[in-house]
Structure formats: structure tokens, C-alpha cells
């Protein structure tokens, strides 16, 4: 089946910095996108999520872009804080559940 | 706090135990769900309950049995686990069961099978 991915494994930036983590999806399918994040010993927690019929989305400190001609997706953290520090996980909705992608490290330094 | 509880959050057990993991929540939601989360892998699908009907199976072994006595409570019961099921198990829960809702998870039980 079709799957999601990302790019890189480990971000690190320092605190301050803008963060840019990025998903490749390749279901054209797929009209829903969620961004989750994951602590250390806690469940994944929601971001934002995005609908195909969005090109960008913003929410407190975070944007999710989406671009459907490359199938690609990015969140935005604005201004890092180490307590953003966590995996992140981007998911695509299509005709079943969510798929998930294996996530990226977020590190930020202070 | 997502409203979603999970016990216990650690479990150690052998490979000839039997045990079950528990799961609530406080959401109001018709669908729940049970994740296994391994190392370095994508959150797997496991079980997926709409109003209290098993609705999606994606071949899990049958050591793993879930219950769902209601639309707040689920269950994932396990008996001659392999070490290799060692993970995270999480629950989640949703609004209707749909393809496009968010998820809420709760923290996982960490478990490991010896």
C-alpha cells in the first residue's frame, strides 16, 4: 500500500529558531493531513490538521502548508521553545484510517 | 490531559501470562482504537471499534483479543505473548470512526514481554 514518510529522522535547532519538519505523502487520495506530537513517555497530541482544499492553515505558533502537486506536506513551528522538544508525526485520511509516518526528532537546544 | 486513560502504563509479563490492557474515555466518542508503537516504526493499527462493532481487524495475531463492552471502555486481552510484541500499546479515541478525525490518545502502556 501507499505510505507516508518523512525526510529527516533528527532536527536540531536552537531555541528561538523557526523549525521546518517536513512529510512526503504519496496516497493522491488523500484529503485530510494531521500533524501529532510526542513526548517522552506521553500519547501522541494534536497539532493541526489540514483539508485538500487548504493550501495553509495556522494555529498558535504553528503552520501546516500543503502542497498537493508535489504531495507534500510541512509544519512550521514558529519561534522554538525546548518545550517543543518531541517527535513529531504526520498522518494522511483518505477512505480508511489514518496512516502514519515514523516521525521526526525535534531537538531544541536553548 | 486528552481524556483518554490507560492502565496500567507499564506491564512486564512472560511469555506464558495472560494479562489485559484497559482503556477509558471521557470524550463522549462512538469509535475507539488500539495502536501498537515499535521502535523506529510507524504507529500500527491494530483494532478498530465503532459503536462497540469491531470494524477493522488488520490481521493481528490472535494472542491479542480485544473487547469493547461499550462505547467507553475497550480492552486488549493477551495471553502467550513472543517478545517481540514488546512495544508501547496506545488507545485512541474519535467523534464517529471516519477516515478524517483527529485521534486522541491516551499514554500507552509500555509493555514487555520476557
Known amino acids: 500500500g501507499e505510505s507516508v514518510g518523512l525526510h529527516l529522522p533528527t532536527l536540531s535547532v536552537q531555541e528561538g529558531d523557526n523549525s521546518i519538519i517536513n512529510c512526503a505523502y504519496s496516497?493522491?487520495?488523500?484529503?485530510?493531513f494531521i500533524w501529532y506530537k510526542q513526548e517522552s513517555g506521553k500519547g501522541p497530541q494534536f497539532i493541526i490538521d489540514?483539508?485538500?482544499?487548504?493550501d495553509k492553515r495556522q494555529g498558535q505558533r504553528v503552520t501546516v502548508l500543503l502542497n498537493k502537486t508535489v504531495k507534500h506536506l510541512s509544519l512550521q513551528i514558529a519561534a522554538t521553545q525546548p518545550g517543543d522538544s518531541a517527535v513529531y508525526f504526520c498522518a494522511e485520511g483518505g477512505y480508511s484510517t489514518l496512516t502514519f509516518g515514523k516521525g521526526t526528532m525535534l531537538l531544541v537546544s536553548p | 490531559e486528552t481524556g483518554v486513560t490507560q492502565t496500567p502504563r507499564h506491564l512486564v509479563m512472560g511469555m506464558t501470562n495472560k494479562k489485559s490492557l484497559k482503556c477509558e474515555q471521557h470524550l463522549g466518542h462512538n469509535a475507539m482504537y488500539w495502536y501498537k508503537q515499535s521502535a523506529k516504526k510507524p504507529l500500527e493499527l491494530m483494532f478498530v471499534y465503532s459503536l462497540e462493532e469491531r470494524v477493522e481487524n488488520n490481521s493481528v495475531p490472535s494472542r491479542f483479543s480485544p473487547e469493547c463492552p461499550n462505547s467507553s471502555h475497550l480492552f486488549l486481552h493477551l495471553h502467550t505473548l513472543q517478545p517481540e510484541d514488546s512495544a508501547l500499546y496506545l488507545c485512541?479515541?474519535?467523534?464517529?470512526?471516519?477516515?478524517?478525525?483527529?485521534?486522541?490518545f491516551g499514554s500507552g502502556t509500555q509493555l514487555s514481554v520476557l
Open positions: 489540514i483539508r485538500s482544499n487548504m
Open positions: 485512541a479515541s474519535s467523534p464517529r470512526g471516519g477516515a478524517k478525525e483527529k485521534l486522541f
Open positions: 496516497n493522491s487520495a488523500s484529503d485530510y
